[in-house]
């Protein structure tokens, strides 16, 4: 690959253009401190014998591509390279439409816990005390200098559908490029849905999964009676009360209407089904978001024409260990027992569902999209390509990082493909971008280009990976009272890029990641969530580290906190 520069009337000897185009390429090697750097040498640029995919199932190869003002402004053969371009020769590179995440946080720092504030009558508590925000947008906690959009660049996505972080109705998202810049610039547009969810202030009403129905319902019905007296106020107010315009039921409105449709964020089968009987109920238009567990749901899903953003967050990848010991018939290593091999074969099968969840959907004739909710962005590549390993093809796949979300989010006319005249927003990669060994090497958000420089890679490479001084499989004990419930805790990578997740006894087919994992000298922190009678609830660990024991409490919000204890079964690769 090259980079160059044309003039027709250039002041600078060969000299003075050939140190020039030393300095900037080496600079952001020994100077940038984040993983991308942002070109501003000029708004135009020139690829030279690139492989252009279009859209999903469309490529041209040794193609020329021309970006210029933000915009895609030319794809073919021969192409007059502008005076003013930056040329690129792009032999071997691909380029994609930037991705796009129809479902996230990005951009939205967590806030940190504070003291609950006392409620006079927990049956009847404040809207905001009980997450019931519908009226807030993203414009009031996004942070342009927050980590996770340059994160999110730098794995290939040029935009997200941002929302508000909170309980059961947070507020409306937005759809934001990007860019290190003003809210106002990075903004493409807003309110595109309301948020819902069932998490819940355990608290106060409503607590539970069957609270928030109860709740969802007596709203949407008052947001059609508030919606009908303002109309009919509207058209003759002569002789009529003026309405009362609540907030929260005045922004569940366009709702009622069909004219905003619910993004509900629905991880397991539960509530994926609770979901449907809502909207089958009300008849609001519905998404669902950061959908892990949905292939129960096929046939209905299709039934009503429900579309979905499944989760990019995937379980930890586990190989089988039964078949594995039935191979070796020389084996030194105990055999396992009928009980461990039952146990085994239901986490496998629980972790190829997970992973081939996005392929039943395409077998299904189901257009789906993708949802970066929990997931580390660093991740999502891998985990697409395992998705793909498992089924998934790399056209459906690619839709799903494209075209879906941009004729989801509405923005199709736009962006979604690479054509003449729709946004520059451009991921070019050194290889098939499905391929296991392929690197992004740019990203172009609304025209701006950014260097993607690869962290170093281990010298030791991936054999020493996972094997961190707590790396390994953890039994836990969490002791409430007379009760006390057990587990397995499996940690792996090394104390700066450490994973957690925890797998109960009652449900071994099932595990929750961790994250927010802090590590300070014996003592690791995290947080999960899970589901408890019915509701999300938040899980906050605080661990001692001694050897191969541990102990420490978790806090479950006001159910209490319980103290905690372990000790470890199992090293890496054992």
Known sequence: MRIQFTSKHSFFSDKH??????W????????SQNSDTPKEVTNTYYFKNINVVVKPGQVLESHQLILKNGLIDAVGKNLTVPAEAMVIVADSLFAYPGFIDAFSHTGIPKTENKDQQKVNDPGNPPDD????????SVAETYKTADKSIGDMRSVGFTMSNVSPRGLMLPGKTSLLLHLDEDLDKVSFKKDVAMTAQFT??????????IGVMSKFRDLYKNSEILGASHEKYMMNPSGLQRPVYKKEEWALFPVTQ???PVFFVASSSNQVFRALELKKELGFSMVLVDVKQAWAALPELK???????????LPEEIKDKGKEESKDSTSVKKQLSAEEMDFEKKKVQSYKQHVGQAAEFEKAGLPFSFSALNVKPQDIPKNIRRMVKEGLSEKAALEALTTNPATLLGVSSSMGTIEKGKVANIVVTEKNFFDDKSK??????????FEIIAPKSDKKGNEEAGKGPLSGIWSFTVEMGAQSQKGTMTISGKPEKYTISLTSDDKPDESESAYDIKVQDKIVTFSLSTDADGSS???DFELNFEGNTFSGEVSANEMGTFPVKGEKKSNPNQ
């Open 200 to 209: 819940t202030n355990r608290s106060v009403y409503p607590s539970t999964v």
């Open 440 to 449: 992004i090497k740019y990203v172009f958000v609304d025209g701006k280009m």
């Open 129 to 136: 005390i009980a997450g019931i925000t519908p009226q807030k």
């Open 258 to 260: 069909k004219k905003l």
């Open 17 to 22: 253009i050939f140190i020039l185009l030393l």
């Open 24 to 31: 900037m390429l080496y600079l952001p090697l020994g100077f």
């Open 303 to 313: 039934k009503h024409g429900v579309l979905t953003a499944l989760s990019l967050e």
């Open 537 to 539: 609830i938040t899980l």
